[in-house]
């Protein structure tokens, strides 16, 4: 009879324990990703669709003598780190608020940039926002965190990732520029240029800014990640040559697909299709709320940058030529995608995005430390008492009765 009493006393507090797991998982701001997710899925425009003419005029203002220049001019502001937590990456993000704060007084009707604070940390992500007629958005990202995985060292972060805020730079320059604006047609689409907080920690700025716009009901019509845009000294010595790296693992289906065909249509290099195998940028956090997101980076995973998180990762690694066609590519990305006056959703096809379970615990413990501590010290104790309810069943007297209580409690 004690024995059984203990056993009773033993469950219930097992599925008691259990229980909370339960709840502080289903409460994780994560837990979704365990689940396949629906995104929405349009139709973009296909090649005879194309502004061509205009893609191309746009494309020619892209300077790689201005984007060298920059990438230099920010080599040298942020010399040490633009760690997310830190006071150098604090005041990196205001610098370049300062930056897009410049931009907003060519047209302070329809520019606007936001600076979208965080709880956790002090490094704001930010959002240079250009109004077109329609409420759909158009999101080209980038990040402004650095970080060398030696807590003691530098992170320089040139290519990972100035590389890729010289991009965004560059094509809303091109995209708030009056001589060049003027000449355009109406704006169909609202174009957003993000500079996340965060990313390197687990994409934290571009999870809250994506679980707000979700929030919110924002439409979200396509959002492409520039992450490391110079590096192309792994392709050259493989005999593979300059490319894209077009990663497809992580990724919108359909607007990887229309990523792809900007690449055949507007770039004088190919794509090669990569695999991130993991959670590996900001696209991400679009795709974990159900919006398009697509990568493309400098090269093929496996030749990228080596000297990424390092205080190596500096200027002498960047082919400035290589960065020029990422610029152009995006500048080809908005362009069509800002005057397409229709966008619909697709009705023959929809985009799922599935992650596996060890994202979900690597995101888990980078978006809510606290939490998923609790969880590890819970699921340790649930498996403890059951370890000790098993022996005690095995070994004890009373395994009849044991073997009852176990029943009634199922």
Same mark, same amino acid.
């Given at each position: !009879? ?12 097992? !599925?008691?324990?259990?229980?909370? *797991? ?15 997710? *629906? ?12 502004? /061509? ?72 992500? *930010? ?144 794509? *090669? ?56 590519? /995006? ?31 690597? !995101?888990?413990? !980078? ?44």
């Amino acid at each position: !009879m004690q024995l059984t009493r203990d056993l009773t006393v033993q469950l219930g507090s097992l !599925m008691v324990l259990f229980t909370i *797991l339960v709840v502080v998982l289903k409460n994780s701001s994560v837990y979704p990703i365990l689940f396949n997710t *629906l995104i929405d899925t349009y139709q973009y425009p296909r090649k005879p669709d194309f502004h /061509v003419s205009l893609t191309r005029s746009l494309i020619g203002d892209v300077s790689e003598e201005r984007l060298g220049h920059r990438l230099e001019e920010l080599s040298q502001l942020f010399p040490d780190s633009r760690y997310y937590n830190s006071e150098s990456g604090y005041r990196s993000a205001l610098y370049f608020y300062d930056v897009l704060q410049g931009f907003t007084q060519r047209d302070r009707g329809r520019y606007t940039v936001r600076r979208f604070k965080h709880n956790g940390w002090r490094q704001p992500t *930010l959002i240079f926002r250009i109004q077109g007629i329609h409420e759909q958005i158009v999101i080209l990202g980038c990040h402004l965190d650095s970080m060398n995985l030696n807590p003691f060292a530098n992170a320089p972060g040139v290519d990972d990732n100035l590389s890729g805020i010289d991009v965004v730079l560059e094509a809303l320059d091109i995209f708030t520029n009056e001589s060049i604006v003027s000449d355009l047609p109406v704006l169909q689409n609202t174009l957003e240029f993000h500079f996340y907080a965060a990313e390197e920690v687990g994409s934290l700025g571009s999870q809250e800014v994506f679980k707000e716009y979700r929030k919110n009901n924002r439409k979200v019509i396509a959002m492409l990640q520039q992450d490391m845009t110079g590096y192309t000294e792994g392709s050259n010595k493989k005999g593979i040559g300059e490319h894209f790296g077009i990663i497809t693992d992580y990724a919108s289906v359909t607007l990887t697909e229309f990523v792809k065909s900007l690449v055949d249509q507007y770039s004088e290099i190919p794509y *090669l299709e990569t695999r991130c195998r993991k959670v590996c940028s900001d696209h991400v956090s679009s795709l974990m709320y159900g919006y398009p997101g697509a990568y493309a980076l400098e090269s093929v995973v496996d030749m990228s940058n080596p000297y990424i998180h390092s205080d190596q990762d500096t200027l002498e690694w960047i082919n400035i030529g290589h960065v020029r066609k990422h610029a152009e590519l /995006v500048v080809a990305y908005i362009s069509e995608l800002a005057f397409t006056e229709d966008l619909p959703l697709a009705s023959s096809v929809k985009d799922y995005m599935s992650f596996g379970y060890y994202d979900f615990i690597i !995101m888990f413990s !980078m978006t809510d430390t606290f939490r998923f501590v609790w969880c590890v010290a819970l699921l340790a104790t649930c498996v403890a008492l059951g370890g000790s309810i098993y022996d005690d069943v095995r070994g004890g007297e009373g395994v009849d009765q044991a073997y009852e209580v176990i029943a009634h409690h199922e």
